[in-house]
């Protein structure tokens, strides 16, 4: 019973990652897994995503060892498009990509349910002794909120949301010191607010 539980949950998570390739044009979705040591758990998880990959043949399907992938990501990452794997694996790598374009601060995420969506920054338990300095650059807290408004449908205000971040970082004059700069999240944040404030009144 527990192996058809874990095989259903699997076959759904799959087809949300090739529906969701599906839907925003892309070419390939790759599947991360340990099987070659995890013979039955991930063994499972990988026949699934093969199994639900047969029902896309518009789209390339993969298969990759986590520990490849990692080294992967850091010498030629734009080999990948859509990546699915088992939650630990995707902390792990999630984490490993946002230190490759940014940090933590600067990553964003959707994480979606059967009946439930959840935005919050995309690296987790980063800078946990930073807490209450307030060094930490918010951007990734801003930009999940500009994925919730647009998840609400809402999309003319997160794309507004999300060129005020994008507008303050490209210009360098207020940055966290993750980004090389002295400012403090309350300043970054306010500078946030204060694009936001001018492309509305500009629009």
């Known amino acids: 019973r527990s192996k058809q539980w ?16 599906r839907e925003h044009n892309r070419k390939k979705v790759t599947c991360i897994h ?13 026949a ?27 010498i030629n990452p734009q080999q990948f498009d859509v990546m699915v794997m088992p939650n630990l694996y995707g902390n792990l790598v999630s984490n490993l990509a946002a230190g490759l374009v940014g940090g933590a601060g600067v990553v964003p995420s959707k994480s979606y349910g059967e009946n439930i969506a959840v935005f919050e920054p995309g690296a987790r338990h980063t800078w946990m002794e930073m807490k ?3 060094v930490a650059n918010p951007a990734a807290m801003v930009l999940s909120s500009a994925f919730m408004l647009k998840h609400l449908q809402l999309h003319e205000a997160g794309d507004l949301l999300i060129k005020a971040v994008k507008n ?3 210009r360098r004059e207020v940055q966290t010191r993750d980004l090389g700069g002295s400012s403090t999240t309350p300043e970054m944040t306010r500078a946030f607010l204060n694009e936001l404030d001018t492309l509305y009144k500009n629009q």
């Not at 340990?34 to 990988?46: E, P, Q, R, T, V």
């Not at 093969?50 to 390339?60: G, N, T």
């Open 48 to 74: 699934c995503c093969k199994e639900v990959s047969e029902d896309y043949p518009m789209i390339e399907y993969e298969e990759q060892i986590v520990d490849n992938t990692c080294q992967q990501l850091v």
């Open 132 to 134: 209450g300095m307030y």
């Open 34 to 46: 340990k099987a070659n040591i995890m013979k039955l758990s991930d063994g499972l998880f990988k």
């Open 168 to 170: 303050v970082i490209n």
């Open 6 to 21: 874990y095989q259903r949950r699997v076959r759904g998570i799959a087809k949300f990652a090739f529906d969701y390739a």
